[in-house]
């Protein structure tokens, strides 16, 4: 099969490993946001009639078993692919292609919805500046700070986790003082698990589906292999370590809120629920978590935007995308194109979901990609060991499969807007990839593999 990258590729310089498990961790920590849940927290308490605790552990065993697929997948191939390679290597390029189109939806809509954030954050606090001046100022940010390299973001994302880890430990010495005076009945702390007045389970399978959003990001790690010290052991390492952290530490926020604050919400208090439950505490917090939110999205949408430019990059190297723009590198060893790329259609989502006043769709749309993405890794995983290596044990079989099953659930569940919005973006993808190939008769990418 023929390619269409070998002869067009830059002969440029690769990129440098010089991440450590420790800075692949707090990279995964910042991108996901410890205080993640404290975002969706009234929408899942009205989607779910309260159980947002067992919302975020349903979601977090469907996204152990993906970042275990990811995980192990980055031993066989540590390239800045991701996803993208791991498919088209193991069950088809055009599948790998298509893939890797549903992840630039997903990684470009991750930036672009931290911006309409913390636009909208600093709104509250000075309303006569306009969207589109806080707009441009966050675009600037996230794309200046990964122009500096990747070695500068791991310096911030370090910065970033101790704010948010003494965030966290405020809030919760203060709802474990205010939960010792005011909660006393032993069902009222079951309650948040399960409560068989409330239960209902297409409400709980509709709101994990958007629960899934508090561990998004954990796949961009891999996205990072080319960048990282010995990568067939970090990468799987700190994947996984990554999402069973924030899974912990969401669980125990989640569960600390809803003794505080049984709910329900008003309409009006959907979107800043949390920072409502722990102003009850007293203390100012309301509007700590107030900020610490507009914080943690700024962190998160510098790291999304490293990981889309990686995604990128590993395209077009790969010959999916056009390799001259796509695959070079600067002597800093930074995919400038990419980065700037990113951010600009970043801030115009941003300007568009702000005219459209879609920012839940955003976010649904998000998913959309995501699961594209970890249905296919599972998938991958499932292949590459079970099948082509014949390595045929249980754990080979069940828990990618489960995986795949448990994504797929998860997708259908989300809604029927960003399903069609979604299925365009993948027929756009496919019509670029026909055009580019002459009808598919030609090689859509080759995957070649970076030194170690």
Not at 44 to 59: R, S
Not at 98 to 119: A, E, F, K, Q, R
Request: proline residues 5%; charged residues 10%; positive net charge.
């Amino acid at each position: 099969m023929t390619t269409m990258a070998q002869s067009a590729a830059p002969a440029t310089a690769g990129l440098r490993r010089v991440l450590t498990l420790r800075d692949l961790i707090l990279y995964g920590i910042v991108v996901i946001q410890p205080v993640a849940p404290m975002s969706s927290f009234g929408v899942l308490h009205a989607k779910g009639q309260g159980h947002v605790v067992t919302m975020i552990l349903f979601a977090m065993v469907a996204m152990l078993l993906t970042a275990l697929s990811y995980g192990r997948m980055a031993r066989v191939y540590p390239s800045a692919g991701s996803a993208f390679v791991y498919v088209g290597k193991e069950i088809h390029p055009v599948l790998g292609f298509v893939t890797g189109w549903s992840m630039v939806m997903d990684y470009l809509l991750n930036p672009t919805i931290c911006i309409v954030w913390c636009s909208k954050g600093m709104m509250e606090f000075l309303p006569g500046v306009p969207f589109i001046f806080w707009a441009l100022g966050f675009f600037a940010l996230f794309t200046g700070l990964n122009l500096r390299g990747v070695r500068t973001s791991a310096h911030f994302n370090s910065v970033m986790a101790a704010g948010m880890g003494v965030v966290i430990l405020v809030f919760l010495a203060a709802a474990i003082r205010y939960i010792g005076a005011h909660v006393t009945g032993a069902e009222e702390f079951t309650r948040p698990f399960y409560d068989p007045q409330r239960w209902s389970t297409n409400g709980v399978l509709a709101g994990t589906s958007v629960a899934v959003l508090t561990y998004i990001g954990f796949d961009g790690i891999s996205t990072l292999s080319e960048e990282v010290e010995n990568p067939r052991r970090n990468v799987l390492l700190a994947t996984v370590l990554t999402c069973l952290a924030i899974g912990v530490l969401s669980t125990i926020e989640v569960y600390a809120a809803q003794l505080i604050h049984p709910g329900p919400f008003p309409e009006a208090q959907k979107d800043t629920a949390f920072a409502h439950a722990a102003a009850l505490t007293g203390g100012g917090l309301f509007t700590l978590i107030i900020v610490t939110l507009l914080v943690a999205n700024g962190g998160s949408g510098t790291a999304a935007l490293l990981g889309a430019a990686r995604l990128l990059y590993g395209m077009g190297r790969s010959g999916a995308l056009p390799p001259r723009f796509f695959a070079a590198i600067d002597p800093r060893g930074v995919p400038r194109n990419n980065v700037v790329a990113v951010g600009v259609l970043s801030l115009v989502g941003a300007l568009l979901l702000e005219a459209s006043g879609g920012y839940d769709l955003g976010a649904q749309l998000l998913n959309f990609g995501a699961f594209i993405a970890f249905m296919g890794v599972n998938l991958a995983t499932f292949a590459h060991y079970f099948m082509r290596q014949r390595q045929r044990t249980v754990s080979n079989a069940v828990l990618p499969l489960a995986g795949f099953a448990i994504c797929l659930l998860l997708w259908l569940n989300l809604s029927p807007l960003a399903k069609i919005v979604g299925v365009v973006w993948l027929a756009v993808g496919l019509a670029f990839g026909a055009w580019k190939t002459r009808g598919f008769r030609s090689g859509l990418v080759t995957f070649d593999m970076p030194p170690e």
